[in-house]
């Protein structure tokens, strides 16, 4: 079965600095990738997706992730936190063809 | 702008008492979700329609139902809530089953 794994389920940055969380995920086969963020009590909103064309993939907001086939690793960064970042993240897989495996998600606060 | 919107957005139901939330979407998705979301958790997958062909999660329980009378709208009928189905319920759509989905703002079901 595919698996999404998110190390850390909260991550505290200061305003300004480097934003990284990790996703990793267990394949067969090179799957779709996606990342979500979702606000307090709003939906999930996509901010990039991987589909096996160009493996850094730039998405929304100023965040870019990378895919790497050999560590299975689809990190998601943010060269400078904004305050407006704060907010849950979830990693999401695709196997080719089939549904939405999502991660157990990343808290992320953002401190003045 | 093309979206999915869910009413309401809240809604408070009695233990026992049917509720029916609705999701719409002008974005003319071939594919609809619904996810169940507890507090801090990931989404879970219902079930979803491809067209009129309905999918159900093996580990939904049969308490939740759900009805696509036409492309845009989509229901999801619980039956007979208990305290254990107050959560947030998220529709999503998308074009093709592997493609991303976009999720509407979400529904927070309380159960009293």
């Known amino acids: 079965a595919q698996s999404v794994t998110q190390l850390g389920s909260h991550v505290s940055v200061s305003e300004g600095a480097l934003v990284l969380l990790r996703c990793n995920y267990s394949?067969?086969?090179?799957?779709?990738l996606f990342w979500y963020v979702q606000y307090p009590n709003q939906g999930l909103q996509l901010l990039l997706k991987?589909?096996?064309?160009?493996?850094l993939v730039k998405g929304i907001n100023g965040f870019e992730a990378e895919f790497k086939k050999s560590e299975t690793s689809f990190h998601l960064t943010k060269p400078s936190a904004h305050m407006s970042d704060a907010a849950e993240y979830f990693c999401?897989?695709?196997?080719?063809?089939?549904?939405?495996?999502f991660g157990k998600g990343t808290k992320l606060t953002v401190n003045p | 702008d093309a979206m999915v919107i869910q009413n309401p957005r809240y809604q408070v139901t009695q233990f026992g008492k049917p509720v029916t939330l609705s999701c719409s979407q002008t974005?003319?998705?071939?594919?609809m979700y619904w996810y169940q979301q507890k507090s801090s958790q990931a989404p879970k997958l219902l079930f979803h329609y491809y067209d009129k062909d309905f999918n159900n999660e093996a580990d939904t329980p049969d308490n939740f139902q759900s009805r696509r009378p036409n492309t845009s709208f989509c229901f999801l009928d619980i039956r007979s809530p208990g305290l254990g189905d107050a959560a947030m319920y998220l529709c999503?759509?998308?074009?093709?089953?592997?493609?991303?989905?976009?999720f509407g703002p979400g529904t927070r079901l309380t159960v009293t």
């Open positions: 394949s067969s086969v090179p799957p779709y």
């Open positions: 999401a897989v695709s196997p080719k063809g089939e549904k939405l495996v």
């Open positions: 999503a759509t998308s074009i093709r089953v592997l493609y991303e989905q976009y």
């Open positions: 991987y589909t096996s064309a160009a493996t």
């Open positions: 974005l003319n998705h071939n594919v």
